[in-house]
């Protein structure tokens, strides 16, 4: 992975801590739900389905995005592949673009942001949580209430 953004900064020079503090002001429900978190990561336990999803930062790649991630304590473990027989419903209810989807994160969203301007951090946990709620609601849906 390439230590620099297209801006020519370094990812280490993003201000995670200030970043996840501010998501967490901004949406304390999210601290009830928290599974793990990490300088550039939070999850959201879904533990009904033994799955967490994972919010994350990229600032070297400019961008935020959402995905099922790991985690054992949950039960989180081969999420990908329990998911696949499912995931062309519930990508269906998502309505993804091409452009918005990362490869290889298995069913995913990213939204392409300056994640060094501080300024965006409100809209950028705004849209994290959004999103993450949109992906509880289309595995809801599909999997059914548990």
């Known amino acids: 992975m390439n230590e620099f953004d297209f801006g020519g900064r370094r990812a280490s020079e993003f ?3 200030g970043f996840w503090a501010l998501f967490a002001e901004r949406h304390p429900q999210e601290r009830q739900r928290l599974a793990r978190r990490g ?4 999850q959201r336990g879904l533990p009904d ?3 967490v999803l994972s919010m994350y930062v990229a600032p070297a790649q400019n961008h935020v995005g959402v995905f099922f991630g790991r985690n054992e304590k949950f039960g989180a473990t081969e999420s990908w592949s329990r998911l696949k027989p499912f995931q ?6 998502l309505k993804l673009r091409p452009e918005q989807s990362c490869e ?6 990213m939204w392409r942001v300056n994640c060094y301007a501080e300024d965006n951090w409100p809209a950028m946990s705004d849209w994290l949580v959004r ?10 849906e599909v999997l059914g209430p548990r």
Do not use: K, Q
């Open 15 to 17: 201000r995670h801590r």
């Open 39 to 42: 300088p550039w990561f939070w």
């Open 49 to 51: 389905f033994a799955l």
């Open 88 to 93: 062309p419903a519930i990508e269906s209810r």
């Open 104 to 109: 290889g994160l298995g069913i995913n969203s």
């Open 131 to 140: 999103e993450c709620s949109r992906f509880e609601e289309a595995v809801t």
